[in-house]
C-alpha cells in the first residue's frame, strides 16, 4: 500500500480521478481561520511533489469528517469526478460506515434512529418534532461487542446531517467516547472521539465500477482488539510528528 507522508498514513486508494486518504483525528479537513495544517492542502502538496505537477493542484472536497473523527476521507482529482462524486452523496447512492465507542449500553443489539436535527447559529440538536427548520437524520445500528459500561457499535448513515451520529447516539444516552460537546463524562487526552468512518462504497466516477474502500482500526483506537494489522494507521495527528514545512 503507498504511503502518505509517513509509513503508517495509508493511500487507500489513487487514480486519475480519484484520492482516497486516512484521516488522522484532531486534523483539519480544509483550511480555517486559524490557520492550522489541514488534510486538503497537504494533499494538494503531495500530488504536486509525487507526479511533478506543475502550477496548481486541483483536488475536489466532495465529504467532510469533523476534526476530532479519524478514518476513510474521499478527494476528487478532476472537476467531472467532482461532480459526479456529490450527485451520489446528494441521492444517498453511497453506503457509508463508521464505527463507535459509546458510553453505555444501547436499547438493543440493531436497530434504527430517526430524529430531526434543527441547526440554530452554530449548534445543531434534536428537535423534539419536525419544524421548518429542522431535517430528518437517519442511521441503522449494530452494537459488536459491549463491556465495562461501554459498547463498540458499527453504524451506517442514511442520511448525511452535519455532526449526525453524534447527536443521535446522544440522544439515546451513549454519547460518543471523548466527546463532552455532545455529553460525555470525560474528554480524551488530545481531544479526539472514538468515532471512526470505517468504509466507503460508491460508483467510480467515469469507469462506473463500484469501489468499496475500508479502513483498519488505528493504532490507539480506545477499545482492544485482536485484529488490528502490523501496519495499521496511528489514531491521532500528534503521533505523526510530520516536520513543520516538509512541503
Known amino acids: 500500500m503507498i504511503s502518505f507522508l509517513h509509513e503508517r498514513w495509508p493511500v487507500f ?44 493542484v486541483f483536488l475536489g472536497l466532495v465529504q467532510r469528517l469533523d476534526r476530532p473523527v479519524a478514518g476513510v476521507m474521499l478527494f476528487a482529482r478532476t472537476s467531472k469526478a467532482a461532480a459526479r462524486l456529490s450527485a451520489q452523496l446528494r441521492t444517498r447512492q453511497t453506503r457509508k460506515v463508521y464505527l463507535a465507542v459509546v458510553e453505555g449500553l444501547l436499547p438493543s443489539d440493531r436497530g434504527k434512529l430517526t430524529n430531526h436535527i434543527e441547526r440554530q447559529d452554530r449548534l ?4 423534539l418534532r419536525p419544524t421548518s427548520s429542522s431535517r430528518e437524520a437517519r442511521l441503522s445500528y449494530r452494537v459488536l461487542e459491549a463491556a465495562d459500561g461501554r459498547s463498540l457499535v458499527e453504524l451506517e448513515l442514511e442520511t ?45 466516477p467515469t469507469r ?35 516536520p513543520a514545512g516538509l512541503f
Request: glycine fraction near 8%; charged fraction near 20%; include cysteine.
Open 13 to 56: 486508494h489513487e487514480d486519475n480521478h480519484l484520492l482516497v486518504l486516512y484521516k488522522p483525528a484532531g486534523l483539519l479537513v480544509q483550511g480555517d481561520e486559524t490557520g492550522a495544517v489541514n488534510l486538503l492542502d497537504l494533499a494538494k502538496a503531495w500530488i504536486k511533489q509525487r507526479h511533478h505537477k506543475p502550477g496548481r
Open 124 to 127: 445543531s440538536g434534536i428537535a
Open 160 to 204: 448525511g446531517r452535519k455532526h449526525q451520529i453524534r447527536l443521535q447516539l446522544a440522544h439515546i444516552g451513549c454519547p460518543i467516547v471523548g466527546d463532552v460537546r455532545y455529553g460525555a463524562r470525560t474528554a480524551l487526552p488530545l481531544r479526539q472521539i472514538a468515532l471512526l468512518a470505517r468504509e466507503i462504497t460508491l460508483e467510480h
Open 208 to 242: 462506473r465500477d463500484a469501489l468499496s474502500v475500508s479502513c483498519p482500526l488505528p493504532i490507539g483506537w480506545p477499545w482492544p482488539a485482536a485484529d488490528i494489522p502490523i501496519n495499521a494507521p496511528l489514531w491521532n495527528w500528534e503521533d505523526f510528528k510530520i
